[in-house]
């Protein structure tokens, strides 16, 4: 079981390393602009992430913040989705995305691991 958890974790990771990797070659070396391969980050991490909630054969004791985290990541997933979303569909339209959103994509991006990383 442990093994398996592991392997979604891993999973997990490489989605995130997917939407922050397209998040900043765009950022550093790109149009500042949303990419498909931003949303599929997005559905890897997320499926991934909600596959992680499930309890995994640990034993959780009251009073653990184990739902809240869930949470505020699935709050941070949310919002990165609906930036990416509204910037895209500008972006079909002809427009630009606005400068905030676009950088907000890889704050909350990194805000989302650090939850995951030093959240316990």
């Given at each position: 079981?442990?093994?398996?958890?592991?392997?979604?974790?891993?999973?997990?990771?490489?989605?995130?390393?997917?939407l922050f990797g397209a998040w900043a070659a765009q950022a550093f070396g790109g149009k500042k602009q949303f990419?498909?391969?931003?949303?599929?980050?997005?559905?890897?991490?997320?499926?991934?992430?909600?596959?992680?909630?499930?309890?995994?054969?640990?034993?959780?004791?009251?009073?653990?913040?184990?739902?809240?985290?869930?949470?505020?990541?699935?709050?941070?997933?949310?919002?990165?989705?609906?930036?990416?979303?509204?910037?895209?569909?500008?972006?079909?339209?002809?427009?630009?995305?606005?400068?905030?959103?676009?950088?907000?994509?890889?704050?909350?991006?990194?805000?989302?691991?650090?939850?995951?990383?030093?959240?316990?």
């Amino acid at each position: 079981m442990e093994t398996l958890r592991a392997v979604v974790v891993f999973v997990h990771l490489l989605g995130f390393a997917v939407l922050f990797g397209a998040w900043a070659a765009q950022a550093f070396g790109g149009k500042k602009q949303f990419t498909q391969l931003m949303n599929v980050g997005l559905a890897i991490a997320g499926v991934a992430g909600l596959a992680l909630a499930a309890p995994w054969g640990i034993e959780w004791t009251p009073g653990m913040s184990f739902y809240l985290k869930i949470t505020v990541k699935l709050v941070v997933l949310i919002i990165i989705g609906g930036l990416i979303g509204m910037g895209m569909a500008r972006q079909k339209r002809g427009g630009t995305v606005p400068s905030g959103a676009f950088w907000a994509v890889g704050v909350l991006a990194l805000l989302n691991a650090a939850l995951g990383f030093f959240w316990h």
